[in-house]
């Protein structure tokens, strides 16, 4: 039986045209993107637009949500999303026949699952030896706001926190924050502005301005801190 979930978060379409920040983080995570790719909870595909470019052997976007598997289904059948692109309404037990997987890819997912361990854990077994798996997320859990209560969030990740996701069998290959400028922005608005959501106003200024600043200033801080975190793993060939 193929399980679901309603995705109760609105802010998909709010940050659908953080042009920069997509292209920011295609440039952090295309690197590691080979083989046979699966993106856990693809949602309405607009990270799936910048990070596939079709000459994967494979890319199965994951999607628990049956509303937002079908909106997939449909943008491939419509060209919007490269031909290559297999829709599958699910979660990861639901696909495990699919395995193995060159890339497992999280791009701000895991912290919507309540057990993030034990989806690690399934993630693991799901890559070939070798493979990769990369997790995007918030970063610094004393950032939380109500904003990410209303839209499914169990946490934010830290250095620590996503290092004790390790898994055995997995190896924590880079650990590393993005978006400083966007940090400190964050930072305000929590001890002045005090604003519960962004508006598109918001996020267009961050997404024109503070982002091309923080590509450059990510390198200077040797991104020691930012408003997102990354994670990449790699499996080992070790029993576990």
């Given at each position: 039986?193929?399980?679901?979930?309603?995705?109760?978060?609105?802010?998909?379409?709010?940050?659908?045209e953080?042009?920069n920040?997509?292209?920011?983080?295609?440039q952090?995570l295309?690197?590691?993107?080979?083989?046979?790719?699966?993106?856990?909870?693809?949602?309405?595909?607009?990270?799936?637009?910048?990070?596939?470019?079709?000459?994967?052997?494979?890319?199965?976007?994951?999607?628990?949500?049956?509303q937002?598997?079908?909106?997939?289904?449909?943008?491939?059948?419509?060209?919007?999303?490269?031909?290559?692109?297999?829709?599958?309404?699910?979660?990861?037990?639901?696909?495990?026949?699919?395995?193995?997987?060159?890339?497992?890819?999280?791009?701000?997912?895991?912290?919507?699952?309540?057990?993030?361990?034990?989806?690690?854990?399934?993630?693991?077994?799901?890559?070939?030896?070798?493979?990769?798996?990369?997790?995007?997320?918030?970063?610094?859990?004393?950032?939380f706001?109500?904003?990410?209560l209303?839209?499914?969030?169990?946490r934010?990740?830290?250095?620590?926190?996503?290092?004790?996701?390790?898994?055995?069998?997995?190896?924590?290959?880079?650990?590393?924050?993005?978006?400083?400028?966007?940090?400190?922005?964050?930072?305000?608005?929590?001890?002045?502005?005090?604003?519960?959501?962004?508006?598109?106003?918001?996020?267009?200024?961050?997404?024109?301005?503070?982002?091309?600043?923080s590509?450059?200033?990510?390198?200077?801080?040797?991104?020691?801190?930012?408003?997102?975190?990354?994670?990449?793993?790699?499996?080992?060939?070790?029993?576990?």
């Amino acid at each position: 039986m193929t399980s679901t979930h309603i995705y109760p978060g609105t802010e998909l379409g709010l940050f659908a045209e953080a042009r920069n920040w997509k292209q920011y983080t295609a440039q952090t995570l295309s690197p590691y993107l080979r083989g046979r790719i699966l993106e856990v909870g693809a949602g309405l595909g607009s990270m799936t637009r910048v990070l596939c470019t079709g000459r994967e052997t494979s890319w199965i976007c994951l999607e628990p949500d049956p509303q937002m598997a079908e909106t997939l289904r449909k943008a491939v059948k419509s060209g919007s999303l490269p031909a290559i692109c297999q829709i599958e309404n699910g979660i990861l037990r639901d696909i495990a026949a699919l395995a193995p997987f060159d890339v497992i890819l999280y791009v701000d997912v895991l912290e919507h699952i309540a057990d993030d361990v034990r989806e690690v854990h399934e993630a693991r077994d799901l890559l070939a030896v070798g493979g990769r798996l990369i997790v995007l997320s918030p970063a610094f859990q004393w950032f939380f706001t109500e904003f990410d209560l209303a839209i499914g969030h169990y946490r934010r990740y830290n250095k620590k926190s996503m290092t004790a996701l390790t898994s055995p069998g997995l190896r924590l290959h880079r650990c590393l924050y993005l978006d400083s400028v966007g940090l400190l922005a964050s930072l305000a608005n929590k001890l002045f502005l005090k604003s519960a959501q962004p508006d598109p106003r918001q996020i267009q200024f961050w997404d024109h301005y503070m982002v091309p600043l923080s590509r450059v200033c990510d390198r200077l801080v040797l991104h020691a801190w930012g408003r997102s975190i990354v994670g990449i793993w790699g499996r080992d060939e070790c029993a576990y």
